[in-house]
């Protein structure tokens, strides 16, 4: 199965080419506020946090760590978007918790939704990642056991230093990536930390040739510092399809023009 994303949006004539830079992305939508306003956006992609509510009743909440309360579980936050039911999600999953009755949510509304899902989750650590990953083969088993089409976004804990010389993705992540999705039926595209990709190419060169399946997301921290220049070889080398450019509309319009 490959990824269904941009057929999605060509057929609903919101972009008119097979090329995964048209593609506009909302940003930690977490709340009631949020999500109107990214449903009254020119995004394609609303991606919201997903963890369990830290009490009473327990239950999938959207909301980024360190919160642990939020004004809209899941359930509110899929009815919402169904409304319109033109804008794909991506559900970006905080803890391994959270996961199994997320996934039970989803199922009730898969079945007539229609537009792309995807679940995001960190499964390994990366370049100078601090954080805790989830546990990869624990998340693969839980999404590969469910029945809705649904992309995968599995990507690495990183961090990023200007004082600090990054090394980028080492060939030892991007094959222990690999081995952790090559038996998913799925379409998985891995994000990627814009600032690390300079010193990347050949990593991920060699990830995105493994499988028709795989494709990668281009992201950034609010503070991170890069070169668009850095991006222009992924862009050149690779299929316009297989590269989503998840970055402020200024950088992500230079890629899209380069």
Known sequence: MTDPTLDYFINLG????????????????????KVVAALNGPCHMIEADILMRGNEPKEPIMAH??????????????EEVKKQNNKGIKLDFKSLEAVVPSLALLEKVSGDWGAPMWLNADIL???????????????????????????????????????????????????????????????????????????????MKWLLQQSDRYTLTVWTGQEDAFAVEDLLPYRRHFGRSKIYYDLPDSERLELCNA
């Open 125 to 203: 650590p990366g370049p100078q990642g601090t954080a805790t990953p989830l546990e990869a083969r624990a998340f693969l088993d839980a999404v590969g056991s469910g029945a809705s089409p649904v992309v995968l976004s599995l990507g690495w804990t990183t961090g990023w230093s200007a004082e600090t010389d990054d090394p980028g993705y080492s060939w030892a992540m991007v094959r222990q990536m690999e081995e952790a999705c090559r038996g998913s039926r799925h379409p998985v595209s891995f994000p990627v930390r814009a600032a690390l990709l300079a010193q990347s190419f050949d990593q």
């Open 14 to 33: 919101q972009i008119q080419e097979d090329d995964a830079s048209h593609i506009q992305w909302s940003h930690a939508t977490n709340s009631k506020h």
């Open 65 to 78: 760590p360190p919160m642990r309360d939020s004004d809209i579980t899941l359930q509110e936050w899929l």
